[in-house]
C-alpha cells in the first residue's frame, strides 16, 4: 500500500496545469457503448483509478480499449455482454453510468447495485426512476438491477427530478438519446460535467437543447455517430491546486481551466483574502498575510461544490476566526474532520455543519485517507503541518487526482510516496 510523507511549512508557486476532468471522462466513456460503429478518440483523459476501473468494466462488456499519455481509444462495435459483475461495480459506483447506454443500445442491462460509501448513503432510486419513465421495466434480484423494454425500445418522457442528480441526470441523458421522441429532464443537474456530456452526445449526432442549465429537451435519434473529443478540465483538482497555494501563503498559476466553471469558489476564495486574477484559460492565486473565515454552504452547480468542502475545512484551520461549513449534498460528508483534528485543528461538528475555529497551528503525524476528497484535505493540512505527516492509504487519492505529489513537488511542496505494510 503507498502513503504520502509530506514535510511541512513550505510555500508553494509557480505554474501547473490542470488535468482533464474524473467526472466527466466517466459519463464520456459510457456513452461509447451508445455507438456501434468506428473508434471514438478521446484526448485529456485523466490517467486515473478510477478510469482504468471504468476501461476494465467495458473490456468485460466487449469494448476493445487503448490507453495512451491521456489519449483512450473505444470502439464499442462488439459489445455484446449486457451484464455489469459486482467485483468491477463495488470498485466504482459511477459504473451504474452504463445502464443508460446499454438498455438504450441493447433494450437489457443487468447492473450490480454498487456497493456503499465511505460518507453516507448514496442512493440509485432516481437512475431507475428515470429508466422506468423511459419505458423500462426494472426490477432489483439477488443486488442486481435487471432492466430491460417490454416494447424492445425506449419512448419520450418528462422527467422530473425531485434532487438534483450528476448521476441520474448523466442515465436519462444517455438513454433518451436513442427513444422514440423527445423526452424532457426538470431538475437537470447543470455541473459542467454534464454540460460536457451534452456536448458530446450532441457531437456524435444527438439534438440535445438547454445543455448547461436545468431544463433539457432530448430528441431521440436512430443511431449515434463514434467522433474524436477533448475533454474537459478537471474543476476540483484545480480548486484543490489553487487550495494548497492559499494553505501555505503561496502564489500559483493553473493553466488550461475555464474560470468561469469555478465562479462559487473563486468567490469564496477572494472572500478569504485572497487575490484572484483570471485570464481566459488560467486562474493565479496568491494568498494573503492572513486567512480570513469564511462560511460555506456546498450545494449543486453553480454553487460552491461539495467536491471541495473538505479541501475547504482544511484551509479554513488556519483562517483567523471561525468558519461554518455546511455540506446540503452529503449531509454527513465529514469523515476527514477527525483525522484533522489529530493534525491540531479544532473543528466540531454540529449536525450537517463543520464549525472550524482558525487560527490553528497544526503539527504532522500519521493520518488516514477514508474517501477521495478526505484524502485531498490530509494533503493540504500536511503542507502547512509542522514536522512530517503521513497520509495513508491514499490509494483513496489516486482515484481522482492525477500525478498530485509531482503537481504539488513542481510547486515547491517536499512529498515522497513510499510503500507500507498495514498491520
Ligand atoms: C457525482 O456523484 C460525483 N461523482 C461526485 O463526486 C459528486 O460529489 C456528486 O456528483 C455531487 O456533485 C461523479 O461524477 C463520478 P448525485 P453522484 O447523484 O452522481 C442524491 C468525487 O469526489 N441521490 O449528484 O453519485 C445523493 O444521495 C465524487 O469526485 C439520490 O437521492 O451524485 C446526493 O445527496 C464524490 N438518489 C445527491 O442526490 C439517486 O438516485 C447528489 O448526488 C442519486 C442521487
Request: glycine share 8%; charged share 20%; hydrophobic share 40%.
Amino acid at each position: 500500500m503507498d502513503k504520502l510523507v509530506i514535510k511541512g511549512g513550505r510555500q508553494l508557486s509557480g505554474c501547473v496545469t490542470a488535468s482533464g476532468s474524473k467526472n466527466s471522462s466517466l459519463p464520456i466513456i459510457a456513452a461509447t457503448l451508445l455507438s456501434g460503429q468506428g473508434t471514438f478518440t478521446l484526448h485529456r483523459i485523466p490517467a486515473l483509478k478510477d478510469i482504468t476501473t471504468f476501461t476494465q468494466l467495458l473490456n468485460h462488456l466487449g469494448a476493445v480499449t487503448t490507453f495512451s499519455g491521456n489519449t483512450l481509444n473505444i470502439s464499442s462495435q462488439n459489445v455484446e455482454s449486457i451484464q455489469a459483475p459486482y467485483e468491477l461495480v463495488k470498485k466504482m459506483r459511477a459504473s451504474i453510468y452504463v445502464l443508460g447506454p446499454m438498455l438504450a443500445r441493447f433494450g437489457h442491462a443487468r447492473v450490480s447495485l454498487p456497493g456503499g460509501c465511505a460518507f453516507g448513503p448514496r442512493p440509485i432510486d432516481l437512475h431507475l426512476m428515470a429508466m422506468e419513465k423511459l419505458g423500462a421495466t426494472i426490477t432489483i434480484e439477488t443486488g442486481f438491477i435487471e432492466a430491460s423494454i417490454p416494447g424492445g425500445k425506449l419512448r419520450a418522457a418528462h422527467i422530473d427530478f425531485p434532487v438534483s442528480s450528476v448521476g441520474a441526470t448523466g442515465n436519462a441523458l444517455m438513454a433518451a438519446v436513442l427513444a422514440e421522441g423527445t423526452t424532457t429532464i426538470s431538475n437537470a443537474a447543470a455541473e459542467p460535467e454534464i454540460e460536457t456530456l451534452c456536448k458530446f452526445l450532441i457531437a456524435m449526432g444527438a439534438t440535445i437543447r438547454g445543455t448547461g442549465t436545468t431544463e433539457l429537451e432530448i430528441e431521440g435519434t436512430n443511431s449515434l455517430n463514434a467522433i474524436e473529443f477533448s475533454n474537459v478540465f478537471d474543476r476540483i483538482e484545480t480548486g484543490t491546486l489553487l487550495a494548497a497555494a492559499a494553505i501555505t501563503g503561496g502564489e500559483i498559476t493553473v493553466n488550461g481551466v475555464e474560470p468561469e466553471q469555478m465562479k462559487a469558489v473563486l468567490k469564496k476564495f477572494v472572500h478569504a483574502g485572497c487575490s484572484v486574477k483570471t485570464t481566459e484559460n488560467s486562474i493565479t492565486l496568491k494568498s494573503p498575510e492572513k486567512l480570513f473565515p469564511t462560511d460555506i454552504t456546498a450545494k449543486p452547480y453553480p454553487s460552491f461544490p461539495t467536491d471541495m468542502q473538505a479541501q475547504w475545512i482544511a484551509l479554513m484551520t488556519q483562517a483567523e476566526g471561525t468558519s461554518h461549513i455546511t455540506d446540503k449534498v452529503y449531509h454527513e460528508r465529514f469523515n476527514h474532520i477527525p483525522e484533522l483534528n489529530r493534525l491540531g485543528a479544532h473543528i466540531e461538528i454540529l449536525k450537517n455543519q463543520a464549525i472550524v475555529h482558525g487560527p490553528q497551528p497544526l503539527s504532522g503525524t500519521k493520518v488516514m485517507s477514508t474517501d477521495l476528497r478526505a484524502s485531498a484535505s490530509l494533503v493540504l493540512a500536511g503542507l502547512v503541518a509542522e514536522g512530517t505527516t503521513e497520509v495513508l492509504r491514499v490509494y483513496h487519492l489516486d482515484r481522482g487526482y492525477e500525478q498530485i505529489e509531482m503537481k504539488l513537488n513542481c510547486l515547491g511542496a517536499s512529498i515522497v510516496r513510499e510503500k507500507y505494510n498495514e498491520f
